[in-house]
């Protein structure tokens, strides 16, 4: 459901944005699906987008899906949006033994008008980073492997919309809180916003976020738009103290059989 709110032509908008920032080099269409195999941590640059219905049985294109996720070694996700075609196909996944699983929320900021530089006393500090050092640091952060630091590198170098990364550091050096934005015809996007676990609760992500979004607005945003899991409720709270609401939700499906294994 679209959260009636909001314009659904600017969900639709967002929905088309959050495709493109996520996108990788290892993509195909398949009937109307836009498949993704990226070997990265993020879902959305390694699941199946059934952007169009196509002519195909659902079946027989699941079938394809899954043969080509199996052969790049990959689990099998199908991601399912209020934009999803057909707009049943949640249902026929279902029907076919698929599971539901990471309930996610895309939450909007539409008037990102009153976003202004913060001001602190404190000895955190704000640096830009290139693609790859930020990759390298979200992923230090997270604890990814490394496969997963250049999936993710290769990914932000070669997005079709240009990525702008950010670190803040406290009065040693150390990286405790990180994230992006990506800018599109006026809508901007955070993207891996993380902090270091010995470092939350002490209001630096909102910070960040908020020197991000004012930078953002400098560049011409007008409005913000991010993804966060649903049970993700301290950064939830953190995105509504800088104004976003729940415009819809989306979720995945896999097969029973990969999710028990």
């Not at 001001?119 to 492997?145: C, N, Y």
Request: some cysteine.
């Amino acid at each position: 459901m679209l959260n009636p709110a909001f314009d659904p032509t600017l969900l639709s908008r967002i929905e088309d944005a959050g495709l493109n920032a996520s996108a990788p080099p290892q993509q195909r269409w398949i009937d109307g699906w836009l498949v993704r195999f990226s070997d990265g941590k993020a879902k959305r640059a390694r699941c199946v987008n059934a952007v169009a219905s196509g002519r195909m049985p659902l079946a027989d294109k699941l079938a394809l899906c899954s043969a080509l996720f199996t052969e790049v070694g990959l689990p099998l996700f199908v991601r399912i949006t209020p934009f999803s075609q057909p707009a049943d196909i949640d249902r026929q996944l279902a029907d076919l033994g698929m599971r539901r699983i990471d309930d996610t929320r895309v939450m909007v900021c539409a008037d990102l008008s009153g976003a202004t530089l913060p001001q602190w006393k404190d000895p955190h500090r704000i640096e830009r980073v290139g693609h790859e050092m930020f990759a390298t640091l979200v992923g230090h952060l997270r604890g990814s492997p490394l496969a997963q630091r250049q999936a993710h590198s290769q990914r932000l170098s070669l997005s079709p919309v240009p990525f702008q990364g950010f670190v803040m550091k406290d009065d040693a050096g150390l990286v405790v809180c990180c994230g992006q934005i990506a800018i599109e015809a006026g809508l901007v996007g955070l993207y891996d916003v993380f902090t270091a676990p010995a470092h939350r609760s002490l209001g630096l992500a909102q910070r960040l976020c908020e020197h991000m979004l004012s930078i953002a607005g400098s560049q011409g945003a007008e409005v913000g738009y991010l993804q966060v899991e649903a049970d993700n409720h301290p950064a939830r709270s953190v995105y509504r103290k800088l104004g976003f609401t729940d415009a819809y939700a989306y979720h995945y499906r896999a097969p029973a059989s990969q999710l028990s294994e």
